[in-house]
Structure formats: structure tokens, C-alpha cells
């Protein structure tokens, strides 16, 4: 049976994310885990979270599983959720600047200040609910999810990485944002896949069956 270690660094709603993994694909074995030994012994991981960068970070240096979700991204199928994702980034503006693990290079900023849409009404922040998710190149994770499927979200940063290549999908809000990043063995993705019905179920279990290469 192969297994997946879902990181337990404190933050982050493990329970659902744990239980929308057991549901997309019941013959793997999903662990919740914060034993360095134990992630890097699975044969996949997944890198949630939700709430404050810093906050993230720092939880993540003190236990030493900076380090551990660094090595896993040179080994095997990462998939980074949320701000889980914003942290996989070189930096992000939050918190004043705050260092991430620099896994892929690039930067996390704040949504523009008095967003609008076409008929000038006023976007809020942090950018919340269902939003239509477009695929800008194949990838084993969007095989069985039409193009322009809706996923849910809530943020207030997104990510910019360095090289466009490293986007694998972007979202309307009101202008192209990044919400999903491929490179090599590594995904993330901004939006919520266990919130997010049948195509969330379906990414999980693409994931679930990748081999980590493109």
C-alpha cells in the first residue's frame, strides 16, 4: 500500500483535508504526521496550511521541517495547499517581508488595494469562494478536470513566481492571478481541493497516483 504524509506543523485544517484524501483514493494509506523520519518515508506528501506566514514559518524552522519539506522536494510528489503554496515561494510580503523555503523561486504579494471588476463594483479582500481554475499546460493533476472548472479559495496573497513556466494555472480576479504551480516532482495549488467538491476529489486523486513526473 503506498502512503501519504500529510505534515502536522500546527496549522492548517488537517481533519478534512486527511478525510477528503482517504475518500478520493481509500487504497492509499493517509497519515497525519510531524516525525521527519515518517515524511520522508512516505511515498508522497502534502504540504497544507492556512493563517499567517510568519507564523507559518517560524513553527516550521523550530521543529526542523523546513528542512524536511525542502529534501522532499527534490524526492518525490509535493503538494503544497493554500498557504502551504505561499510557502514554497522565495519570500512573501506579509508580515512586512517574511523569508519562505525558496523551493520555487519567486515571490508572494498582496491583492491591489480597491480591486474592481468590469462594471466598477468593489472586489473584497481577501479574495473568497468559487472561482474558475484555467489550466495553462497538461499535467497528470488536471487529467479528468475540464478546463475553467471551479475550485474555492480564500486568500488575500498570491503567488508571482520568476519563470511564467513555473504556472500551471491562473484565476480572474479581476486580472490573471497565479493559483496553481508545477515544477518537476513539485504542485501547489492555491485553492482549497478538499473544499472544492468533485474536481478537488479528483486533483487529490491524480496526486494520490503520480509518479512525480511530468
Not at 525558496?102 to 472586489?123: I, R
Not at 495549488?189 to 486533483?203: D, R, T
Request: hydrophobic content about 45%; proline content about 4%; aromatic content about 8%.
Amino acid at each position: 500500500m503506498s502512503t501519504v504524509a500529510v505534515i502536522d506543523y500546527g496549522m492548517g485544517n488537517l481533519h478534512s483535508i486527511v478525510k477528503a484524501l482517504q475518500h478520493a483514493a481509500p487504497e492509499v494509506d493517509v497519515v497525519c504526521v510531524s516525525d521527519a523520519d515518517t515524511i520522508l518515508g512516505a511515498d508522497r506528501v502534502v504540504f497544507p496550511g492556512v493563517g499567517a506566514i510568519r507564523d507559518c514559518m517560524q513553527a516550521l524552522n523550530q521543529s526542523g521541517l523546513a528542512a524536511v519539506i525542502q529534501e522532499v522536494a527534490k524526492t518525490k510528489p509535493l503538494l503544497g495547499i493554500c498557504l502551504g503554496m505561499q510557502a514554497l515561494l522565495t519570500d512573501s510580503e506579509e508580515n512586512n517581508g517574511t523569508q519562505c523555503l525558496d523551493v520555487v523561486a519567486g515571490h508572494v504579494v498582496h491583492f491591489a488595494e480597491s480591486l474592481t471588476d468590469g462594471d466598477g463594483n468593489v472586489l473584497k479582500i481577501p479574495h473568497m469562494g468559487w472561482n474558475q481554475v484555467h489550466q495553462l499546460h497538461q499535467h497528470p493533476l488536471w487529467e479528468n478536470i475540464p478546463q475553467d472548472s471551479r475550485f474555492y479559495f480564500v486568500h488575500s496573497y498570491y503567488a508571482q513566481p520568476d519563470d511564467a513556466a513555473a504556472i500551471a494555472a491562473t484565476t480572474q480576479y479581476p486580472n490573471a492571478f497565479t493559483c496553481a504551480l508545477a515544477q518537476d516532482n513539485v504542485f501547489a495549488v492555491q485553492f482549497h481541493p478538499e473544499k472544492s467538491q468533485a474536481v478537488g476529489l479528483q486533483l487529490l486523486n491524480n496526486f494520490l497516483h503520480w509518479d512525480g513526473h511530468v
